[in-house]
């Protein structure tokens, strides 16, 4: 069984940068694919950015030159650097680990960038 935490997320004004991270608990591989995908009030859940299991970085085209992920294996957590924020980044932001029996997700952070 995996567990992950989010943590991170706030209220900040446009422009400003925030830092998410996901911690995970039981059972790790580095080699695990993770990411963060959001969700924004009507609408469908969407893919910010992953590390896939070969190690390759995809980011949505919303999130390049702005958002950066990175990843501390030896503490089972993976960070999203976003900068530059803009109101429409408004979301909820939820972390994801894929293992050999299935994906987890964490609990949500709500991001809001407003004035």
């Known amino acids: 069984q995996v567990q992950l935490v989010e943590s991170g997320g706030g209220l900040v004004q446009p422009g400003g940068s925030l830092r998410l991270s996901c911690a995970a608990s039981?059972?790790?591989?580095?080699?695990?694919?993770m990411g963060w995908f959001r969700q924004a009030p009507g609408k469908q859940r969407e893919l910010v950015v992953k590390?896939?299991?070969?190690?390759?970085?995809n980011y949505a085209d919303s999130a390049k030159g702005r958002f950066t992920i990175s990843r501390d294996n030896a503490k089972n957590t993976v960070y999203l650097q976003m900068n530059s924020l803009k109101p429409e980044d408004t979301a909820v932001y939820y972390c994801y680990i894929d293992t050999p029996s299935g994906r987890y997700w964490g609990q949500g952070t709500q991001v809001t960038v407003s004035s």
């Open positions: 590390i896939t299991t070969g190690g390759n970085i």
């Open positions: 039981g059972s790790i591989s580095r080699l695990y694919g």
